[in-house]
């Protein structure tokens, strides 16, 4: 038993020495992310910081010839169906793809949260969207990368819809459909599929709250919207910047074999208390409402750069000194108990 745990630390330096290497198949959605979230720079600076050698490449996936779809049917009908190629990047076959990859990161652009209702028997061949023919295409794609037990994948949950742009049911079967994946999808069969990791974008950008001031749950929030009257389901600006940091370190965690989730995203506005006083250069955090004690923070400039570290606070209430914090925008992240908060804030020195 210990030649085997010495065995498995000797890989994972080795690992670390030599660098892994990670393709994100993505459309406009995961572009907006990996450009205007700055993951690549995120990845860079945690090299350089760690003496590490992650990279990440990321490709318009799939494209010309094949239709600009990219939903759990077209992921199923180039990789099992005999529709991918050995030679063209655009349709390239997972295969092939993991040749020159240790790790393959892939989503679904926001029509695939279109989701109707199930008529009649569900069909892994079939490319409408219904939760019980996206449950099939998914199983059948969980048994291909199990064909592949030393590389990693990553799979995005959905990307929701804007509120203009869905119905109320259409929207609940999406968050219906993406807690089949978090809770039941790498479980139901009763085996392991430790190299299989689930990147929660939906809950990360989708309305939570039933009833919330703006916006509509089970869409797009209403602050992430590009336009409020539109309904261009592209998350805005705030929302890449916000999820780009997120997404870099799962990355680098899933590289590591370390655990990539966290218990849970909460947008309960009213849980947590952010209150500044310029005058004194101070950021205040009130997690009392939460029902915690202690909590976790981290605070990253838009460039993914970590400017703040307090891993354990041991009070509910914490002040930040930001007399030396640029002018700018910041996303602080902190973890009390079960639950992770995110938001957004900015400095502003007169």
């Not at 450009?35 to 990845?43: L, N, P, R």
């Not at 219904?130 to 059948?140: E, P």
């Not at 969980?142 to 203009?164: E, N, V």
């Not at 940091?245 to 849980?271: H, L, M």
Request: aromatic share 12%; charged share 15%.
């Amino acid at each position: 038993m210990r030649n085997s745990v010495l065995i498995c630390i000797l890989l994972a330096m080795l690992a670390e020495m030599h660098g892994q290497s990670a393709i994100f198949l993505h459309h406009s959605t995961g572009e907006g992310v990996f450009v205007e979230g700055k993951v690549a720079s995120w990845i860079n600076q945690y090299n350089s910081k760690n003496g590490t050698n992650y990279t990440v490449t990321a490709r318009a996936y799939p494209g010309t010839p094949y239709p600009w779809e990219n939903y759990p049917y077209d992921y199923w009908n180039l990789w099992l169906n005999g529709q991918c190629s050995s030679t063209d990047i655009n349709i390239q076959c997972l295969g092939n793809i993991l040749q020159s990859y240790d790790m393959v990161i892939y989503k679904h652009c926001f029509p695939g949260a279109g989701i109707g209702p199930d008529n009649g028997a569900a069909a892994v061949n079939s490319s409408v969207k219904t939760i019980g023919n996206y449950k099939l295409q998914y199983r059948a794609l969980r048994g291909l990368m199990d064909q592949y037990p030393t590389k990693k994948f990553i799979i995005w949950t959905l990307a929701p819809l804007h509120r203009l742009e869905t119905t109320t049911e259409e929207a609940a079967r999406a968050r219906e459909f993406v807690n089949w994946v978090k809770s039941t999808w790498l479980t139901e069969d009763g085996k392991s599929h430790p190299n299989i990791y689930i990147f929660d974008f939906y809950n990360l950008v989708a309305e939570s709250n039933t009833n919330p001031v703006n916006g509509k749950i089970n869409c797009l929030k209403y602050e992430y919207e590009k336009s409020h009257t539109n309904g261009d389901s592209h998350p805005n600006l705030l929302a890449n910047q916000t999820v780009g940091p997120i997404f870099a370190e799962f990355i680098v965690n899933t590289f590591k074999g370390q655990s990539t989730g966290i218990n849970k995203y909460d947008d309960n506005r009213d849980e947590i208390v952010i209150s500044s006083d310029p005058g004194q250069h101070q950021l205040s955090i009130d997690i009392s409402r939460s029902g915690e004690n202690k909590m976790s923070v981290r605070i990253f400039n838009i460039n993914g750069q970590m400017v703040y570290n307090n891993p354990s606070s041991e009070e509910p209430t914490l002040l930040i000194n930001t007399s030396g914090f640029l002018n700018g925008t910041y996303i602080i992240w902190i973890i009390a108990g079960q639950h992770t908060f995110i938001r957004k804030f900015a400095i502003i020195h007169g």
